[in-house]
């Protein structure tokens, strides 16, 4: 299926991809795919979307717990997103199974989608408002050791939740639609979804970036169980030894995770998501082009 290769490769890696994504609550599945892909050489596309959402998964059931004790998860909009995930889920892997088999299909859609949403949050972060209201939030953070969140209310139209003295609101129906259309591409891309979820939870509803990676793991968690047993039904193709190596990897990154995240601040934590997926985008989109007509590999 794949060249032989140094498990220590394979396990540190796997490690990389479980602090990634438990630190920055997205890329981990980006991040997974480039290993599959660029280091161990999978030839099927669909066991790669298949093995980088185990990792992603893994990643999820451990980093969760942390995030859920330093209550830094949102739950009441976990639980929206995937709700709306669950259909998205079995949609954007059955299209992707039947439609998206060959690497030379996949890879660029993989590439594109991973530089648009690199260059709207370096766009944000950069060159909108954002910079002075996460300022004040990291402010807020520095000077308070309770960083409980609630909701204050929830029905059908409106979600409100209170975090540090300040109030957030949103529709209900955003997080449904959103989790249903985060599930379609990431199901059909085969990664977690974190990279489209953190900026439509921080830039869309505006929730402080302190509480997304926790509040996205969470709603993941439904998306992968789905897209994940929906493959294997479609029949999907994994190696048990090798996942069973980068799930060990990824457990041991995902522990580490949040305890860096809580000590670093919202604009890095933003800015370093974004470069991570920029060099991502770029190497899967355009890198074929530069290896051939320069001899440069960026990938």
Same mark, same amino acid.
């Given at each position: 299926m794949y060249p032989e290769i140094n498990p220590?490769?394979?396990?540190? &890696? =796997?490690?990389?991809?479980g602090l990634v994504f438990s630190t920055i609550g997205a890329a981990g599945g980006i991040l997974a795919g480039v290993g599959h892909i660029s280091i161990?050489?999978?030839? $099927?596309?669909?066991?790669? +979307?298949?093995m980088n $959402?185990?990792? %992603? *998964? @893994?990643? @999820?059931?451990?980093?969760?717990p =942390?995030?859920?004790?330093?209550?830094?998860?949102?739950?009441?909009?976990? %639980? #929206?997103?995937?709700i709306g995930s669950i259909a998205g889920a079995l949609v954007?892997?059955?299209?992707? !199974?039947?439609? #998206?088999?060959?690497?030379?299909?996949?890879?660029? *859609?993989?590439? #594109?989608?991973?530089?648009?949403?690199?260059?709207?949050?370096?766009?944000?972060?950069?060159?909108?408002?954002?910079?002075e209201r996460m300022k004040g939030l990291?402010?807020?953070?520095?000077?308070?050791? +309770? &960083?409980?969140?609630?909701?204050?209310? *929830?029905?059908l139209l409106k979600?409100?939740?209170e975090f540090l003295g300040r109030t957030y609101s949103f529709s209900t129906l955003s997080p449904l639609l959103a989790g249903f259309l985060v599930a379609v591409a990431s199901s059909t891309l085969g990664v977690g979804g974190g990279f489209l979820l953190v900026p439509f939870m921080a830039s869309f509803l505006r929730i402080p970036m302190f509480l997304v990676p926790g509040t996205s793991a969470l709603?993941? #968690?439904?998306?992968?169980?789905?897209?994940?047993?929906? !493959?294997?039904?479609?029949?999907?193709?994994?190696?048990?030894?090798?996942?069973?190596l980068e799930v060990l990897g990824v457990v041991v990154g995902s522990l580490i995770g949040p305890q860096v995240s809580r000590h670093l601040k919202e604009r890095k934590l933003r800015v370093l998501l974004g470069l991570i997926l920029l060099y991502i985008g770029v190497g899967y989109t355009v890198g074929d082009y530069v290896k051939n007509t320069f001899g440069i590999r960026i990938i």
């Open positions: 220590l490769i394979v396990f540190g &890696w =796997s490690v990389f991809v161990l050489g999978i030839a $099927q596309a669909n066991t790669v +979307k298949v $959402q185990v990792m %992603v *998964l @893994t990643s @999820t059931l451990v980093a969760v =942390s995030y859920m004790r330093q209550r830094r998860v949102v739950v009441t909009l976990s %639980v #929206l997103l995937g954007g892997s059955t299209f992707s !199974y039947r439609f #998206l088999p060959e690497l030379k299909t996949y890879k660029p *859609l993989f590439g #594109l989608f991973t530089l648009l949403v690199a260059f709207k949050i370096l766009h944000e972060v950069f060159f909108s408002g954002e910079r990291e402010e807020d953070l520095s000077r308070s050791h +309770k &960083w409980d969140v609630r909701t204050v209310k *929830l029905n979600v409100e939740i709603s993941i #968690l439904i998306t992968m169980v789905v897209s994940i047993g929906n !493959y294997v039904k479609m029949g999907a193709q994994v190696d048990l030894f090798l996942i069973g």
